[in-house]
T-cell receptor
Framework: KNEVEQSPQNLTAQEGEFITINCSYS?????LHWLQQHPGGGIVSLFM?????KKHGRLIATINIQEKHSSLHITASHPRDSAVYIC?????????????WGAGTKLIIKP | NAGVTQTPKFQVLKTGQSMTLQCAQD?????MSWYRQDPGMGLRLIHY???????DQGEVPNGYNVSRSTTEDFPLRLLSAAPSQTSVYFC????????????FGPGTRLTVT
């Protein structure tokens, strides 16, 4: 079983819809990252969080440490949000702080 | 700042050839890593470095070598390319580990025939 599971693997939605991408993990963590990989391949960091909620523009990330679960929400989705969204966690006891990566969720927003 | 740069962007090798993928960052980051990305799989760590002169193996190190003689540069060497090494390779850096924002290079798409 993978230590970091993302769902769904693929998501297609219409422009304007509210999007939720989920990340569940099985290890104790100190923090969790959400990243975005554009169709051209570049990977950019969106959020790092260890508790509660963070918001940046139309993107909201939440985490529930007790339930070992995080969600990434996109409000008023737009075709430019089409990308692969990747979750990665920092295991609590890893002294080198190496990340464990989810396989990603491919999101397509249709106009 | 240029951020994290990688060269080349694309490369085709024949089985058995060797090559070096270049990675450089200008943010004075201590941590640098090499990942490979294959369809349907998450990023897999090949090698990483926590500072100049210090490197260590990740999850999939076989067939690859690294060195870190300066803070800025972290080249990845393929010793004898195999078709199983066909992948997209990403170099990443961050100030001091996973608890910091991760910065990625644009990637190198490698095909081994």
């Amino acid at each position: 079983k993978n230590e970091v599971e993302q769902s769904p693997q693929n998501l297609t939605a219409q422009e304007g819809e509210f999007i939720t991408i989920n990340c569940s993990y099985s290890v104790g963590i100190s923090a969790l990252h959400w990243l975005q990989q554009h169709p051209g391949g570049g990977i950019v960091s969106l959020f790092m969080l260890s508790s509660g909620k963070k918001k940046h523009g139309r993107l909201i990330a939440t985490i529930n440490i007790q339930e070992k679960h995080s969600s990434l929400h996109i409000t008023a989705s737009h075709p430019r949000d089409s990308a692969v969204y990747i979750c990665a966690v920092i295991p609590y006891m890893d002294s080198n702080y190496q990340l464990i990566w989810g396989a990603g969720t491919k999101l397509i927003i249709k106009p | 700042n240029a951020g994290v740069t990688q060269t080349p962007k694309f490369q085709v090798l024949k089985t058995g050839q060797s090559m070096t993928l270049q990675c450089a960052q200008d943010m004075n980051h201590e941590y640098m890593s090499w990942y490979r990305q294959d369809p349907g799989m998450g990023l897999r760590l090949i090698h990483y470095s926590v500072g100049a002169g210090i490197t260590d193996q990740g999850e999939v190190p076989n067939g690859y070598n690294v060195s870190r003689s300066t803070t800025e540069d972290f080249p990845l060497r393929l010793l004898s390319a195999a078709p199983s090494q066909t992948s997209v390779y990403f170099c990443a850096s961050n100030p001091a580990g996973g608890a910091y924002e991760q910065y990625f290079g644009p990637g190198t798409r490698l095909t081994v025939t």
